[in-house]
């Protein structure tokens, strides 16, 4: 069963930066696409970042693109979001996700393993 569990999420000034990390268990994880998503109160959960299986291409929402680094490391099978230059609007539960088709894409449906999530307030 796969399992996905995030960390290092809390509260941090604007301007400053914080590193998420996603561990995952189960299946192989260097077969699978990895992303991250965050859903802020009220809101629909809307897509971050994405890594391919290798990690060599990375995607990025147009409203971190330049803040936010996606990274991972297969031999530790996990996944990492180095958030810098926070803002206020990027507070939100974010939460990382396993895409079991090669491929990235931006549409939560499109993923079927989801973490708990972890929670970022950025204060003004």
């Known amino acids: 069963q796969v399992q996905l569990v995030e960390s290092g999420g809390g509260l941090v000034q604007a301007g400053g930066s914080l590193r998420l990390s996603c561990a995952a268990s189960?299946?192989?994880?260097?077969?699978?696409?990895m992303g991250w998503f965050r859903q802020a109160p009220g809101k629909e959960r809307e897509f971050v970042a994405a890594?391919?299986?290798?990690?060599?291409?990375?995607y990025y929402a147009d409203s971190v693109k330049g803040r936010f680094t996606i990274s991972r490391d297969n031999s530790k099978n996990a996944v990492y979001l180095q958030m810098n230059s926070l803002k206020p609007e990027d507070t939100a539960v974010y939460y990382c996700?396993?895409?079991?088709?090669?491929?990235?894409?931006?549409?939560?449906?499109?993923?079927?393993?989801w973490g708990q999530g972890t929670q970022l307030t950025v204060s003004s």
């Open positions: 890594i391919t299986r290798s990690g060599a291409t990375t």
């Open positions: 189960g299946r192989t994880f260097s077969n699978y696409v």
């Open positions: 996700a396993r895409r079991r088709v090669a491929g990235p894409t931006t549409t939560p449906d499109d993923y079927a393993d």
